[in-house]
Nanobody, 117 residues
Framework: QVQLVESGGGLVQAGGSLRLSCAASRSIFSINTMGWYRQAPGKQRELVATVTGSRGTNYADSVKGRFTISRVNAKNTVYLQMNSLKPEDTAVYYC???????????WGQGTQVTVSS
C-alpha cells in the first residue's frame, strides 16, 4: 500500500506558475510509472503527464512546453512544474502510481488549482 499526498495547489493569475508535489508514504523506486491527472468540473479525469523510470516522460498536448514532470526517488516525491498557466488549467490535480498490468493503481486525494483570467 502506498499513500500519496499532493500539495502546492492554489489560486494563481493567468501566466503564472505553480509547482505541485506528490509525496509517497514509501519508496517509489519500484513503481513503474508515476503520473499527474486532472479533473475539471463537469469533465472526465484526464492525463496531464507521466514519468516512467527516471526520464521517460509523456505529456498531454494541451500542456506540452508549459508543464514539466519529474520524480526524485530518493525523496519518494513526484513534481509537476506548471508554467504559463491558463484558465483552462483550472482543475483538481491528482497524483497516480501505476504499478503495472493487473495491479491496482494508487491515487492521492487531489489538490485544487485555480487560474484566474
Amino acid at each position: 500500500q502506498v499513500q500519496l499526498v499532493e500539495s502546492g495547489g492554489g489560486l494563481v493569475q493567468a501566466g503564472g506558475s505553480l509547482r505541485l508535489s506528490c509525496a509517497a508514504s514509501r519508496s517509489i523506486f519500484s513503481i513503474n510509472t508515476m503520473g499527474w491527472y486532472r479533473q475539471a468540473p463537469g469533465k472526465q479525469r484526464e492525463l496531464v503527464a507521466t514519468v516512467t523510470g527516471s526520464r521517460g516522460t509523456n505529456y498531454a498536448d494541451s500542456v506540452k512546453g508549459r508543464f514539466t514532470i519529474s520524480r526524485v526517488n530518493a525523496k519518494n516525491t513526484v513534481y509537476l512544474q506548471m508554467n504559463s498557466l491558463k484558465p483552462e488549467d483550472t482543475a483538481v490535480y491528482y497524483c497516480n502510481a501505476y504499478r503495472g498490468p493487473g495491479l491496482n493503481d494508487y491515487w492521492g486525494q487531489g489538490t485544487q488549482v485555480t487560474v484566474s483570467s
